[in-house]
């Protein structure tokens, strides 16, 4: 199979133009007819599912929480972007597209992200049309602040909850789809399964998690938004119950992945404390704009932070990077965050830590001003710390936080799967190897709102829907799949729990395939997963019953993917010898530690095709062109 | 740390619940209420026995979905937090703890500590927002709104609609998780042409899904894990009488 991206013809500024025009559209009046399944309801699939329903067409919604404003997208904090040059800074489309090509190491498609850049405008208009309190100036105009990876100020934010704020806006849009009886939500249901008929999309298997009962739901096509799949590793900073099923599911029936390797560690987040602890948390990259990181210059130093003079501190980003400084984008700063700890400058009991202190501008500000700004973060690192941030330095290190890989898309957001398509989080298009600040909420937004509902349309106009029915054999048989998983593993009836194994499968992927990885350490992963698995099949112990609300039994369903998802991220990070981005081999650096890319061999994105139970993974190459940022070498100094 | 917990055991919507006993030994003060939970969690899977079945997603404290009445408090003892924030260190040590669900006529209970909150969905079905379609929305900075009105929406505009205030409420009323709601979508321009149809269509909503009217105790502002202040009650009355009268 030849992967085809369909980037349209033309100089950059026009394709999406073009392309908008050379779509078939579906009459207003036909929209009706055509039912789509969105999900997941965060950023993306509310968005979508909203602008949709506004169309005119016939929506299915749902989500594995009883209300869709629970989803992941909520605890977003810092902000989002858009060129409005506001500031009058010099900031343009043409900027915000430089500096993601850029800021995703020159592994993303520049279609894509030109179009992202162009649509982030229209994004912000929406959102305080509907009522999104962003931000704002005495003069009653709206504010801006710095991100990392950018020189100019162009991220508009809510406090430190504007990905609450903007998943409020779009879950309003959806409510009042919902009233109009345009969509019909389904709360409390997970997917398990996609359903491909004659090489279509054309349904899924949900599962109520209330009272467990498998429901088939037909479409004419599906869109999936149901995130990342950080929590393969465990501790990160996503939900508990955010996971990789339904993407997974849907890459078994046909869709190819892409870029699994690439992850995100986000070098803000409160340390762990000891092995008890269910998750990690994250605190905003704004905090970067005021706090100044450093560590003490004598390794091994354990006096309090306050007792160490200036000039026995090492603000080693300030240092290394004298032009964006504390700035740098989230891969630099986590990866230079971890070899300080490994160097043992670390601070705290653990020793990984190092400090973010605001101290400087406090005393240039005064302590109101910091209240203001970052109050609710300063409150949290408190509750979970039982530290001031006010008066001793908040302590902070990198947790994986986010996945620039997913399913491999078109640049009709349309996976190898007819009918299949994929927006948000879920899907590996826009970021590269590195995603930048204030990004995601950006392109969760302008995959709902301003995309997915030209791109689907072409694709209803131009294909044909045979009538299909929930008693078609693809849907029987999926079923009782899933009904015969359960069974199994309900009957294992071992000694550990399923987080106890989890825990394991985390661990090996922080060491292995983390932020430094190297090619022993990833055939040694490789060697670890399947033992892990068969252990899980051997060992796990899950109370219960199918028929009724039982975590347990979701975590282990769950797991199940995970594991398999690692094997693949491990596979993918194994091949790609070289460094870009937050996929950083040891083998590939420069001499003062920075990533080495080989634009040379590796300038595409990788797709794997599964090739059913035990076979390998067959890689597709999408080769990346660059007409318009010409890779260099990305300096932050 | 450790505890005696009484936690409330249900099977499902129609069964009749209990309170059952169980030990949390070895606790640390860090722990989250919740971390404290998965450890008895853990327990009860290994031997095979069903786990203590509680909503909870972000553990952050933003996604609404925990909410378990702890000693009598909605999010436990500590002010301004839900109770995936709330730590161990609040509790004496060798202490008995109380764990609850939500507890109002509006919320039915699922399972164990999980309660159905769809009721809060209608509500905004019924009117909380603005009607703008997507594309249709004018340029960001044509609408200036003073830092102050901004402000205040932001503080209302904070609830995570997790139920807290319903479940302290002795007469289990939704007011404070509605005239949050209300009360931004006043403070704001762009939610001025549909003031008087919202607060109308979602009081009576309210009135439908069996929750009480507002007595002024305070005791939503008291357990709102966001502080929502009750002075936003104030507003959707007077825009509710503004909708009425004028």
Request: proline share 4%.
């Amino acid at each position: 199979m030849v992967l085809n991206s369909k980037i349209p013809e033309g100089p950059i500024q026009q394709k999406w133009d073009n392309h908008r025009f050379n779509m078939k559209l579906v009459n207003a009046a036909n929209k009706r007819k055509y039912t789509i399944i969105v999900v997941g309801t965060g950023l993306a699939g509310a968005s979508a599912a909203a602008s949709l329903a506004e169309l005119g067409y016939n929506v299915i919604s749902l989500c594995y929480h009883e209300s869709p404003r629970r989803a992941h997208s909520i605890a977003a904090q810092g902000g989002i972007n858009a060129p409005k040059n506001y500031k009058n800074d010099g900031d343009s489309i043409w900027r915000l597209f430089y500096d993601t090509v850029k800021g995703g190491d020159y592994r993303a498609r520049e279609a894509n992200v030109y179009r992202l850049a162009q649509v982030s405008g229209n994004i912000i208009d929406q959102c305080v049309a509907q009522g999104v309190p962003f931000g704002r100036e005495y003069g009653g105009l709206l504010d801006n602040r710095s991100f990392g990876g950018a020189q100019v100020s162009r991220t508009f934010y809510a406090r430190g909850q504007t990905g609450q704020q903007l998943l409020l806006g779009a879950y309003s849009a959806l409510s009042r789809q919902i009233n109009t009886g345009r969509v019909t939500f389904y709360g409390r249901r997970e997917m398990l399964d996609l359903i491909v008929i004659d090489g279509q999309a054309r349904g899924i298997i949900a599962r109520n998690l209330e009272t467990g009962t498998l429901e088939p739901y037909v479409a004419d096509a599906v869109i999936l938004a149901t995130g990342g799949y950080g929590n393969v590793f465990y501790l990160a900073t996503l939900a508990k119950y955010s996971n990789g099923t339904a993407i997974w599911k849907a890459h078994k029936k046909g869709a190819f992945f892409g870029n699994p390797c690439f992850t995100q560690i986000h070098p803000t987040c409160i340390p762990l404390s000891s092995d008890y602890q269910s998750k990690l948390t994250l605190m905003s990259e704004s905090l970067r704009n005021d706090g100044r990181i450093w560590v003490p210059k004598k390794a091994g130093d354990k006096r309090n932070p306050k007792d160490i003079p200036e000039n026995e501190r090492d603000y080693y980003l300030e240092r290394l990077y004298p032009s964006f400084g504390n700035l740098v984008p989230r891969d630099v700063a986590s990866r230079r965050a971890k070899e300080m700890c490994d160097k043992g400058f670390g601070v705290g009991t653990t020793g990984l830590a190092v400090y973010l202190d605001f101290a400087d501008t406090i005393k240039r500000n005064g302590k109101a001003w910091v209240e203001e700004k970052y109050g609710n973060l300063f409150d949290m690192y408190h509750e979970i710390t039982d530290e001031n941030a006010y008066e001793t330095p908040m302590r902070i290190y990198p947790a994986v936080h986010y996945t620039m890989g997913g399913l491999w898309v078109d640049y009709n957001l349309m996976t190898t799967i007819p009918g299949l398509y994929v927006i948000g989080e879920a899907n590996f298009s826009d970021h590269g190897a590195n995603r930048l600040g204030a990004s995601a909420l950006m392109q969760g937004l302008a995959d709902g709102y301003f995309i997915i509902p030209y791109t689907i349309g072409d694709y209803l106009a131009s294909s044909k829907f045979p009538l299909i029915k929930t008693d078609n054999p693809a849907f029987i048989e999926s079923e009782k799949n899933s009904q015969d998983t359960f069974k199994q593993l309900l009957a294992i009836k071992g000694k550990q729990t399923v987080d106890e194994i989890h825990k394991r499968l985390g661990k090996i992927m922080y060491d292995y395939c983390g932020m430094a990885r190297n090619e022993a350490g990833l055939k040694k992963a490789l060697q670890h997963i399947p033992q892990i698995r068969e252990e899980f099949y051997k060992d796990v112990i899950v109370p219960g019953t199918a028929d009724n609300f039982n975590p347990e039994l979701e975590k282990a369903y769950r797991f199940v993917d995970y594991v398999e998802i690692a094997e693949l991220m491990v596979t993918d990070a194994l091949h790609r010898e070289e460094s870009c981005g937050g996929h950083l081999r040891e083998e590939y650096q420069t001499e003062d530690g920075e990533a080495k890319r080989d634009d040379e061999k590796f300038s595409y994105a990788a797709a794997w095709e599964y090739k059913g139970n035990g076979q390998k993974w067959e890689m597709h190459k999408e080769q990346l062109t660059f007409e318009y940022v010409k890779p260099s070498t990305r300096s932050y100094k | 740390m450790n505890f005696i917990l009484k936690i409330w055991r249900q099977k499902d919507r129609n069964s009749k619940g209990k309170f059952e006993e169980y030990k949390a030994i070895d606790i640390s003060p860090d722990m989250s209420f919740l971390e404290m939970l998965d450890a008895i969690n853990r327990d009860l899977a290994k031997q095979d026995a069903e786990v203590i079945a509680f909503d909870h997603d972000c553990r952050e404290g933003i996604c609404g979905s925990c909410g378990l009445f702890i000693n009598g408090r909605a999010h436990g003892p500590q002010h301004g937090v839900t109770t995936c924030e709330l730590r161990m260190r609040h509790f004496k040590d060798g202490g008995t703890i109380v764990v609850e669900p939500w507890r109002a006529k509006a919320f039915p209970v699922i399972k164990d500590l999980v309660v159905d909150r769809r009721a809060f969905e209608r509500i905004i079905q019924a009117g909380g927002y603005i009607s703008v379609d997507t594309g249709a929305a004018p340029e960001a900075s044509s609408i200036p709104i003073s830092k102050a009105n901004a402000e205040e929406a932001m503080d209302a505009a904070a609830c995570i609609g997790c139920g807290a205030c319903v479940a302290v409420c002795k007469n289990s009323s939704a007011m404070l998780f509605m005239s949050a709601k209300i009360s931004q979508l006043a403070l704001l321009p762009q939610g001025h042409p549909e003031r008087k149809i919202r607060v109308h269509r979602m009081v009576e909503q309210m009135d439908k899904d069996g929750f009480g009217h507002c007595s002024n105790t305070y005791a939503c502002e008291m357990d709102c894990p966001k502080k929502i202040s009750v002075t936003h009650i104030a507003r959707m009355n007077r825009e509710f009488i503004r909708a009425k009268i004028f």
